[in-house]
């Protein structure tokens, strides 16, 4: 089975940038449609980017959309979050979600990595 393993989350200042990143394993990454989601305390977990098997089509959540551009590598199976222009309510634990790429929903999910922007 599909494995998520996100890593690069941490503290940092507001107007700074952070790059997360996630490994994918168990199943061809080229397969699959990978996203980045995130969950505030006391909110629901939100859509944040996706980007398609092949990278032709990304989608970003308004919030971000200018700041935080998504990335894939299908030789190394790793999907990255690049995001510039940090501000407070960026503050969340950042998820890397799979979808197997004729699927409808994201059902495979990483543990998470905790994004902090101070003010």
């Known amino acids: 089975h599909v494995q998520l393993l996100e890593s690069g989350g941490g503290l940092v200042q507001a107007g700074g940038s952070l790059r997360i990143s996630c490994a994918h394993s168990g199943r061809s990454f080229s397969n699959d449609d990978m996203g980045w989601f995130r969950q505030a305390p006391g909110k629901e977990r939100e859509f944040v980017a996706t980007?398609?098997?092949?990278?032709?089509?990304?989608t970003y959540a308004d919030s971000v959309k200018g700041r935080f551009t998504i990335s894939r590598d299908n030789f190394k199976n790793t999907v990255n979050l690049q995001m510039n222009r940090l501000k407070p309510e960026d503050t969340a634990v950042y998820y890397c979600?799979?979808?197997?790429?004729?699927?409808?929903?994201?059902?495979?999910w990483g543990q998470g990595t905790q994004v902090t922007v101070s003010s």
């Open positions: 979600a799979a979808k197997w790429r004729w699927g409808s929903k994201y059902n495979t």
């Open positions: 980007i398609n098997w092949s990278s032709a089509n990304r």
